[in-house]
Structure formats: structure tokens, C-alpha cells
């Protein structure tokens, strides 16, 4: 291991270990997502991963058919 990627995994894995709220015991979870995050971003430019869009269908809300009741207008008693 380089000591420019350990470097890095380290401050990356202090970074999260603190957004966490600093917990006890959990340093060997955050080393191994400091590595991934770090070795992944290496391949790839440093950008947001963007999400595969679901399809236009499964985002929309289903409508509700039903007819609406007329409101009564104001001022209108004839």
C-alpha cells in the first residue's frame, strides 16, 4: 500500500469516523469504506454517481378518477 493512498484512506476514515458521532469500537468499519470509497474513486472522476432513473410511470401518483363536488359560489343566491 502507498503511503499516499493510506494517507488518504486515513484522513478519509477520521472524516467518517467524526459524521458518525465518533463512536467506540467501529474504526475497522470505517477504514474498509474509507478504502472503497477511496480505491473507487480512483477509476472513475470525482463526481456524484448518478442514480439510474426509475421509469416515468412507477414515479407517478395515481390519480384519483373521481369526479370533484361543485363548491358553491359565493354571492350567487339568485
Not at 5 to 28: L, Y
Not at 36 to 49: C, L, V
Not at 51 to 59: G, H
Amino acid at each position: 500500500m502507498t503511503d499516499n493512498r493510506q494517507e488518504r484512506i486515513r484522513r478519509r476514515a477520521h472524516a467518517i469516523w467524526e459524521q458518525a458521532g465518533r463512536p467506540d469500537g467501529a474504526h475497522q468499519q470505517h477504514w474498509d469504506q474509507a478504502a472503497a470509497e477511496i480505491d473507487g474513486g480512483e477509476s472513475r472522476p470525482k463526481a456524484k454517481t448518478a442514480r439510474p432513473k426509475a421509469p416515468a410511470a412507477a414515479k407517478a401518483k395515481p390519480k384519483d378518477n373521481k369526479p370533484k363536488a361543485a363548491k358553491p359560489r359565493k354571492g350567487s343566491a339568485s
